[in-house]
């Protein structure tokens, strides 16, 4: 059973920094693609962030040059570095591992944690 557990979420002012951590349960180079997604109230949720097995980046394009996705595969966790952020940021943030499986993606997710951006 894949375990993702988030912390790092909170309250910032507009311009500020915050750093999300996910732990996991397995090696985070081991999932086929690693990522974060946010779900501000009233909307769908949306991906923020995709790293793959391979290390290649993908970012939504409003948060390209401000967000930071990586990770540490010994420490088997992954991270959002998120600067200069703005109250449309404002979210609760989810980490996301995927497994393929016979052509399909498996999804895995942490709890969600909360980040508010005040203006």
């Known amino acids: 059973q894949v375990q993702l557990v988030e912390s790092g979420g909170g309250l910032v002012q507009a311009g500020g920094s915050l750093r999300l951590t996910c732990a996991t349960s397995?090696?985070?180079?081991?999932?086929?693609?690693i990522g974060w997604y946010r779900q501000a109230p009233g909307k769908q949720r949306e991906l923020v962030a995709l790293?793959?097995?391979?290390?290649?980046?993908n970012y939504t394009d409003s948060v390209k040059g401000r967000f930071t996705i990586s990770r540490d595969n010994a420490k088997s966790t992954m991270y959002l570095q998120m600067n200069n952020l703005k109250p449309e940021d404002t979210a609760v943030y989810y980490c996301?591992?995927?497994?393929?499986?016979?052509?399909?993606?498996?999804?895995?997710w942490g709890q969600g944690t909360q980040v508010t951006v005040s203006s």
């Open positions: 996301n591992a995927q497994d393929l499986r016979y052509g399909s993606r498996l999804h895995y």
């Open positions: 397995r090696r985070t180079n081991t999932f086929y693609a």
């Open positions: 790293m793959s097995i391979g290390g290649s980046t």
